[in-house]
């Protein structure tokens, strides 16, 4: 057998073993709790898929590669390369303040020293909230977007004086990311659903992918469910909304939207999927860094001296008269592990552990009564609201991308984003470097992040498996050339020498 002959069965054996995989998690989740579900990879260049379950349980309607879903915030990955194409085309730069589109029909928050700007809507550090103050009272809960229009959204606007600093913090936001398409679609001369279609998905060639479903679409349209055997109602959007969640695509057309940000030189919108990866900092108000870097370095002595303050002073003036017993041992070290794990997780999650873990601390040295008690849940809640709220972390930005998230898979960034709305769920993750990504869809409000996740980590096993077998043989070769190497090297010094 040749090298060709056996890397295509090699090649052969991996899509199977890929496809193979796929279909097996499909097949479990759809057995599980999914009503339908779409896969698709994309690996050393080839797509490979599975799909599972109903797109329409009543009319035993099957998923199909065709199949449209809503795919919720992956919207906001289309919303960010709507940007990068006004940036493109010279209309905006990314750290412009949003306010100079707008004009006088409403007025921004800032900071009092910092305006809004394009970037910090799309990497949600723009301060607004994830949603409107006045959307959840107004709203069906079936259909929570579908009242909220652009009146409401320059009301609630003009009614909001300031933000935390710009910049200083995240906080995922369908507010912003529904008023950055708004004025996307402004700077394009219409709305945001036609700048879409003109500018990104048209050049990208997914004619199958809208926010409003056609006749055509409305046919393939899965149906949505809110547990598997739960139907429940499609999310509509409004033009100020639609821009963070409102986009609905097949696995067809999700693989187009797949391969281009995987490989960008394919696609026409190159320098714009580019764009979105790259790293920035976002501009700082004025004096907040400083700000920043001094709370960096001071927050461990005020994380002391708030432990001394709320526990140990206290503490020692009800020992010290009686003399500390030995069990005193316990309540010190455990108390200090309610206080980190209330600072790291931080608010609600924070204060639920520091209640936890006080009744944990109160049952092995029961006794100290609830004088404790009481001085240990004062403590946690207030580093829980110091861990959440402090701008310990530097927060303004580093690794912020337009839109995407990054983690890694081992040593491996990997670039990803998710969405859910009422009746559908959707992961995309790419690993730029290996080249390699998926796409999962769902008709169900299940999320499928860990699907995806799983699925992306064992095609890195793959690819880290291939290339370290590549070097071994690279390595095998090269042995074996060194014989007839030396020999070549030898016959040449000796005729040099005759």
Avoid at 151 to 160: G, H, I, P
Avoid at 299 to 326: E, K, R, S
Avoid at 491 to 497: A, K, L, P, S
Wanted: hydrophobic share 40%.
């Amino acid at each position: 057998m040749t090298n060709n002959d056996e890397s295509a069965t090699n090649g052969q054996d991996k899509r199977q073993h890929i496809a193979s995989f796929i279909k097996d998690i499909a097949d479990k989740r759809c057995e599980k709790n999914l009503a339908g579900i779409a896969i698709g990879v994309i690996v050393d260049g080839q797509e490979i898929s599975t799909v599972n379950g109903w797109a329409d349980v009543e009319s035993k309607r099957p998923v199909s590669d065709t199949t449209v879903f809503e795919v919720g915030s992956l919207s906001k990955l289309f919303t960010s390369l709507l940007l990068a194409v006004a940036a493109r085309k010279q209309e905006v730069q990314l750290d412009d303040p949003v306010q100079t589109a707008l004009g006088d029909a409403v007025t921004l928050p800032t900071d009092r020293k910092a305006e809004i700007t394009y970037r910090s809507l799309a990497n949600h550090r723009s301060s607004l909230p994830r949603l409107p103050k006045d959307l959840i009272p107004t709203a069906d809960m079936t259909n929570p977007y579908v009242h909220y229009d652009q009146e409401k959204l320059y009301a609630c606007l003009n009614k909001m004086d300031s933000v935390k600093p710009i910049g200083s913090r995240g906080e995922y936001s369908n507010f912003a990311v529904g008023l950055l398409g708004h004025v996307l679609g402004k700077l394009a001369g219409s709305d945001y659903r036609q700048a879409l279609n003109e500018r990104v998905l048209t050049p990208l060639g997914m004619l199958d992918t809208s926010t409003e479903s056609n006749d055509e679409q409305s046919a393939q349209l899965a149906t949505a469910h809110k547990k598997k055997n739960k139907p429940t109602k499609h999310w509509d959007f409004t033009e100020v909304t639609v821009a963070a969640g409102g986009v609905r695509s097949s696995l067809l057309d999700m693989f187009k939207f797949l391969r281009a940000n995987i490989d960008p030189t394919t696609s026409k919108l190159a320098d714009e999927i580019m764009m979105m990866r790259e790293p920035s900092d976002l501009p700082e108000c004025e004096g907040s860094d400083r700000w920043l870097t001094a709370s960096r370095y001071a927050f461990p002595f005020v994380w002391l001296f708030a432990f001394l303050a709320i526990f140990a002073i206290p503490y020692c003036l009800v020992q010290v008269p009686i003399g500390f017993q030995t069990d005193s041992l316990w309540f010190f070290p455990i108390t200090i592990l309610i206080f980190g794990a209330a600072l790291c997780w931080g608010y609600v999650a924070g204060l639920v552990t520091a209640v936890l873990l006080t009744f944990l601390a109160w049952w092995i040295c029961e006794d100290f009564g609830w004088f404790p008690i009481f001085e240990a849940l004062v403590g946690g809640a207030s580093l829980s609201y110091v861990g959440a709220y402090w701008p310990w972390d530097n927060r303004g930005g580093g690794e912020g991308r337009l839109a995407w998230q990054i983690s890694a898979i081992g040593t491996h960034p990997m670039l990803w984003h998710n969405g859910m709305v009422g009746g559908s769920a959707s992961f995309l993750g790419i690993v730029p470097e290996l080249e390699t990504g998926v796409i999962v869809l769902t008709n169900t409000a299940k999320p499928v992040d860990a699907v995806g996740v799983n699925i992306l980590s064992e095609l890195v096993k793959l690819k880290e498996n291939e290339n370290g077998e590549q070097e071994r043989q690279r390595a095998c070769a090269s042995l074996r050339q060194w014989p007839a190497s030396i020999y070549k090297r030898f016959i040449t010094y000796v005729e040099q020498m005759l």
